[in-house]
Structure formats: C-alpha cells, structure tokens
C-alpha cells in the first residue's frame, strides 16, 4: 500500500486577557509552523480568549467574533499564502432568523444571536469551510459552559482536504466514544481535539486528569484505527492550571509527539495515514461491528446529576479549591 504521509502541527500557548496579542502571538507561531513543513495546523480551543467559561456572569460580548470575522480574515490570508489548512476555535456570534425574546419578554421576529464554541477550517486556498460546532456542553464547578454555548444541532462534520480528511471535536466531545466513531463512519482519517483543560490550583486529588484525558483518546485511535491530535493550551488562568501536553497518537494508539507541560510549544509531526486500512484490518474494530444491538445507544436515556453528589468530599473539595 502506498505511503500517504502527512505533517500535523499543534500549537500550544498562555493566553492572556489581551485578546489582540493573543492573536498576534499566535499568527507568528502559525507561521513558524508553516515554515517547519506542517500541513494541517490544530490551534487550541477557544486560542483566542482566557477560559472564561470557568466563571459565572462574565461579560460574555467582549470575547465573540463572527464568521467571517477577525481571526479568520488574518488566517485566510496565511493559509493562502503559505497553502497550509489550519484549524481555528473561536467563540462566536452567530446571527440567526430564529424569533429573539429580550429581558421584558417582546420578541423581535427579525431574530437574534446564538453563541457557540467553533472551530473554523480553512483550506490551503485560503477558503472557509464549514464551521463545527461543539455538540457536548459541559456544565460543573469551573467549567459553566452551558451559561456561555449553546449545544448544537448541526451533527459532525468531515473535512475532504489536499492533505487529508479530517474531522474536529472540541473538548468534552473528546469525553464521548458516540462521537469519534460516527467521524470514523463518515470517512475521518484523523480527528482534532482543540482542547482547554487542566487542574484545579490547589485541590488535592486521587484522580490523575491529564491521564484520563490523554487515555481516552488514545482509546479513540485504536478502537477507530486512525490518528488523534489532541492540542491544549499551558499556563494558569485564574483556578486552573492547564498542562499543555498536546499530542499525537498513531492507530494503535502509541504517542509519537508530545509537547511539554508547561512551554508554549509547536509540534510538527509527520504521519502516514495509510496505516489506518492496515490496522482496521488487522484489528477487524470496524469490520466485526454489530449495529444491530447498539439500539441503545440512540434511545434518550440520560443518567442525570444525582443529588447525593453534592456531599461528596470530592465535590466539596473540588468547589472550595474553586472559591478561595
């Protein structure tokens, strides 16, 4: 079987509350990313703002942009000219045809805006692509993300690029095995997981949350038999340390690149995507499937929040360590 090689970048940065030299910080790193032979460049989520979401009532509107709108208007420009495909996440303002009701209950017909947690692909060509929208909204002590994004409905979405196919899932999507391998189904050779997660400043836990965010991708690599690039970002933001790491992940879910703890750091890695038929075939993951008795898995069968949680030591822990 031919070779069909491919170099994926991850960037991961410290952001600050200066959205501008956020941008301008990370274009520069793109840049480099471009020149050291990347093809397919993977910022993290939301690259762009502080994870505000760790708050409640933060003035949400000085964070948004619109697509088109300033971030991809100066990628655009870079992914023509150095005709690379890069992935942006934004937190962005869409203007919608759906009735709006405003804080005295009078609805504008007209519509209204919703705000969602996005990852723009744009094209070696410099041309948008269809915007993904994060599916699973998290919602705990220092991740309120429900009070910001909305879920959304638009279902996955594959990328067919010069340099591959690929789909992006945000974050907590990451947390879903429904969601990798409906991407896989669709023809997905490699999924991106622009990431924003760390741990909590000064709660003291059993639990290791880098390990289990980087298992269960690498989960997703071999139970789907493709590569998985996981980007995070690095540095503290008010209670949260996040712990960088991004990464690559062959099919068998070995780690061929990862980047450090704490370091804003690029990562080019070269690939070869035709590894994915050789380990679908071997594993027979894919082949063997039983469809037939996963009916389950589309019922609306949700285990909610039990009440009990809240006087567990874990859960008060976690919440102090959030509020001092």
Not at 62 to 79: C, H, L, Q
Not at 185 to 193: N, Q, R, S, T, V
Request: hydrophobic share 35%.
């Amino acid at each position: 079987m031919k070779n069909k090689v491919v170099r994926v970048a991850t960037i991961q940065t410290k952001v600050g509350d200066d959205l501008e030299q956020n941008l301008i910080k990370t274009v520069e790193l793109v840049k480099d990313a471009a020149k050291g032979g990347a093809q397919i460049i993977c910022l993290q989520e939301l690259f762009r703002t502080p994870y505000f979401p760790q708050y409640r009532k933060q003035d949400k509107e000085k964070y948004v942009e619109s697509i088109p709108g300033i971030s991809t208007d100066v990628f655009k420009k870079i992914a023509k000219e150095y005709k690379v495909v890069i992935i942006v996440p934004i937190y962005e303002k869409e203007k919608t045809k759906k009735p709006a009701r405003n804080a005295s209950g009078i609805t504008d017909a007209g519509g209204g805006f919703e705000y969602h947690n996005s990852a723009v692909v744009i094209d070696e060509k410099g041309k948008l692509l269809s915007t993904y929208r994060k599916v699973h909204i998290p919602h705990d002590p220092g991740f309120y993300e429900k009070d910001y994004f909305k879920e959304s409905d638009n279902g996955y979405k594959l990328y067919k690029t010069k340099f591959g196919t690929f789909a992006v899932l945000i974050c907590f999507d990451q947390w879903f095995p429904e969601a990798a391998r409906s991407v896989r189904l669709l023809g997905a050779e490699m999924i991106f997981y622009p990431t924003a997660i760390g741990n909590v400043v000064g709660y003291t836990k059993d639990e290791d949350w880098h390990e289990a965010w980087e298992i269960m991708q690498r989960a997703h690599a071999i139970a789907n038999s493709l590569y998985v690039i996981g980007v995070n970002r690095v540095g503290v933001e008010g209670k949260i340390e996040f712990f960088g790491q991004s990464f690559v992940a062959d099919p068998f879910g070995k780690i061929l690149t990862r980047a450090s703890k704490n370091k804003e750091e690029i990562t080019v890695t070269e690939i070869d995507l035709s590894r994915n038929a050789y380990v679908a075939e071997d594993w027979g993951f894919l082949r063997n499937r039983r469809p037939d008795t996963y009916k389950t898995l589309t019922k609306d069968v949700l285990i909610e929040k039990g009440s009990k949680l809240k006087n567990a030591k874990a859960y008060k822990d976690l919440k102090k360590s959030l509020e001092k």
